[in-house]
């Protein structure tokens, strides 16, 4: 266990609905990150949070939407996902030196 | 630009024999360095790390990793590997004035055989 928690840890969905992934830290880090790793592909770094403030956004599409509301907690709201967006999608977390990982949310899009 | 490269993609080995999977960098300044590994539907495992000091670091599950600034490399290494180590490897890179965010490769499978 890192203690970094997310749910669900597996999700399947179609291109019409709306969901949200959460991810939560109580390891006092003050900075979130979530990931797309999709197979046979490297880890895609989507956003990070420093002290609840969004810092990056790597050219995600706006069907991805962050929110953190505090550096406890961070979502990922999807809709209107296409097929291509499955993938297992990671949060993690540091407090500026080495990130710890939740366990993921396996995405599947109909 | 900051980058990563792990140059093997699959890395087979026998139980009890030495273990090491390849890392090299490119970045500006003095880098950070890390190794991940991911066991299968599972998230991420910090290994080890390394930032200042001595260029031979140890972490979990004994492994270890060299620092090689000349070369430019970081590659884990492990003496005697064992069945359970099979599982994806990823380095990562970031800068010493930078935020947390890190550059990973695209990670080697590593394969550890009876």
């Known amino acids: 266990e890192t203690g970094v928690t997310q749910t669900p840890r597996h999700l399947v969905m179609g291109m019409t609905n709306k969901k949200s992934l959460k991810c939560e830290q109580h390891l006092g880090h003050n900075a979130m990150y979530w990931y797309k790793q999709s197979a046979k592909k490297p880890l895609e770094l989507m956003f990070v949070y420093n002290f609840k403030e969004q810092t990056e956004n790597n050219s995600v599409p706006s069907r991805f939407s962050p929110e953190c509301p505090n550096s406890s907690h961070l979502f990922l709201h999807l809709h209107t996902l296409q097929p291509e967006d499955s993938a297992l999608y990671l949060c993690a977390s540091s407090l500026g030196g080495e990130q710890f990982f939740g366990p993921g949310t396996r995405l599947t899009v109909l | 630009a900051q980058s990563v490269a792990q140059p093997e993609d699959q890395v087979n080995v026998a139980e009890g024999n030495p273990l090491t999977v390849k890392c090299t960098y490119s970045?500006?300044?003095?880098?950070?360095l890390f190794w991940y590994v991911q066991y299968p539907n599972r998230g991420l495992q910090f290994l080890l790390k390394?930032?200042?000091?001595?260029?031979l670091v140890k972490g979990s599950y004994g492994f270890e990793a060299e620092f090689n600034k000349s070369q430019t490399s970081f590659h884990l290494k492990k003496p005697s590997a064992l069945v359970s180590d099979s599982a994806l490897y990823f380095c990562?890179?970031?800068?010493?004035?930078?935020?947390?965010?890190?550059?990973f490769g695209q990670g080697t499978e590593l394969s550890v055989k009876p």
């Open positions: 970045v500006s300044g003095n880098p950070y």
């Open positions: 390394y930032i200042t000091g001595d260029n």
């Open positions: 990562a890179v970031r800068r010493d004035n930078q935020g947390g965010k890190l550059i």
